[in-house]
């Protein structure tokens, strides 16, 4: 809910999917990494800490598919953790943004995916 606000307060729009545990994400990944005439996703916003498969996992799988390896992932996550930058910077992502603890710094979250956005569309 809080992402969907900070986007729309960044005036980002479209149509934002959601997955509830690391299960359902790599369910959706496979998906569409089998249909070709489903779109994907323009950016992925992933929490490290998902239940029943960590996020970590998740964008191990996201990195060898040939659909989703070159989709900007932004972590969102609690951990604050130096081996978990340095991982998730291995992991090529294109922000590792620790959960912020008021809302002002989580409307930031919008601005930085749009910032990511246009990153991505230059390359």
Known sequence: ???RRAMHESGLTGE???????EEALRVV???DADLSLNCPAVIVLDLNLPRVHGRDVLKHLRQS?????IP???LTSSDAEKDRVEMAEL???RYIPK???LEEFMDIGRIIE?????YERA
């Open 1 to 3: 809910m809080l992402i």
């Open 16 to 22: 934002i999917a959601v997955a509830g545990d690391g």
């Open 100 to 102: 912020p603890l008021d």
């Open 73 to 75: 992932v932004v972590v």
């Open 115 to 119: 910032d990511v956005l246009r990153e």
């Open 66 to 70: 040939l659909r989703f390896r070159a």
């Open 30 to 32: 496979n998906r569409l």
């Open 92 to 94: 090529g992502v294109a």
